[in-house]
């Protein structure tokens, strides 16, 4: 009987995805659910949760342990939140799939909208993003560090630790919570490169995995994440960067939205590039918005 092997971090969000791509594996080839199994990894990010991911390590801290599982063969395949997968990757390791992509907008927990907040309020995020977007918005907000779960997190907003925070729709969606926050206009908050996808990694060797994922693979999402993904590696962002991105596809046409702000909001420079699908969309969007950046903003990156 075929067994395969789905890594996955262990908070409740994380599983609930990996049983996304465990469903959509069974549908594609026929398979029951005791024919995948998820194998639970817990990674530095979910251990460490008094320090923002960039002063520890970045991204990679949800993804190491995972990549080590992986290379060693522990598992067939590491289901992953796009958004918190770094640009650069090991050669040895191929994104083979994502999900067909969900809610990509950010929601505010806490008031209506962001004028609505009270002045001075206090709001909790780890997000150097979200950050800057809402002190532009914002000025007079104090920010702080609020990292966790979705539980953990909502459960600090009701002890009163902070006046508001920021969640992804689509975690919130997939964890049954679609009514809690109020949604924000990508035209006021223009999301996080990949926010919303589910992607699943393999070796790049194993041909096996790589056609068995190809059978759950969303193409739309697929070149959308690629898209927002090569912005960011032609910008070399990292976890320091407030760096917003969102694709869209209409046919054989793709259109790249992109954001880079300064760590305090004060300054920001925004563009839009549109394209066929395989044009350089990402380096095109990341040199118009360097060029006409801002010092504050142009200094955080390195390209």
């Known amino acids: 009987m075929i067994r395969f092997r789905l890594g996955t971090r262990g908070s409740p969000l994380a599983l609930t995805q990996a049983n996304m791509v465990r469903d959509a594996l069974c ?28 002063e520890i390590g970045g991204k990679a801290l949800w ?11 522990e598992i067939d395949a590491a289901v992953h939140s796009m958004k918190d997968v770094e640009t650069v990757r090991p050669a040895t390791i191929a994104i083979a799939a994502m999900l067909p992509r969900a809610d990509v907008r950010d929601r505010l927990i806490g008031a209506a909208t962001p004028a609505d907040l009270p002045a001075g309020a206090t709001l909790g995020t780890s997000s150097p993003r979200r950050r800057a977007q809402m002190l532009r918005h914002r000025p007079d ?36 919570r679609a009514q809690v926050g109020a949604a924000v206009p990508t035209d006021l908050m223009l999301p ?25 693979d969303d193409a739309p999402t697929h070149v959308c994440v690629a898209a927002e993904r090569a912005l960011l590696a032609a910008l070399r962002a990292d976890c320091h960067s407030p760096v ?56 955080l990156f390195a390209a």
């Open 27 to 54: 549908a594609a080839h026929g398979w029951s659910r005791d024919q995948v199994d998820l194998v639970v990894i817990r990674t530095t990010g979910d251990r460490v949760q008094d320090r923002a991911l960039a």
């Open 63 to 73: 993804t190491k342990e995972l990549d080590r599982a992986l290379l060693a063969g």
């Open 141 to 176: 907000l104090t920010v702080v560090l609020l990292r966790g779960n979705v539980e953990t997190r909502l459960a600090k907003l009701a002890a009163g630790e902070v006046d508001a925070t920021l969640l992804a729709a689509a975690g919130l969606d997939r964890l049954g």
């Open 192 to 216: 996080a490169p990949a926010q919303g996808a589910v992607g699943i990694e393999v070796r790049r060797d194993d041909s096996t995995a790589l056609v068995r994922l190809a059978a759950i």
């Open 244 to 299: 917003a991105a969102l694709a869209s596809l209409a046919g054989e046409t793709l259109s790249l939205r992109g954001e880079l702000l300064s760590e305090d909001g004060a300054h920001w420079v925004e563009g839009a590039v549109e394209g066929a699908v395989g044009e350089p969309l990402g380096d095109r969007l990341a040199a118009d918005l360097l060029a006409r950046a801002p010092d504050p903003v142009r200094r």
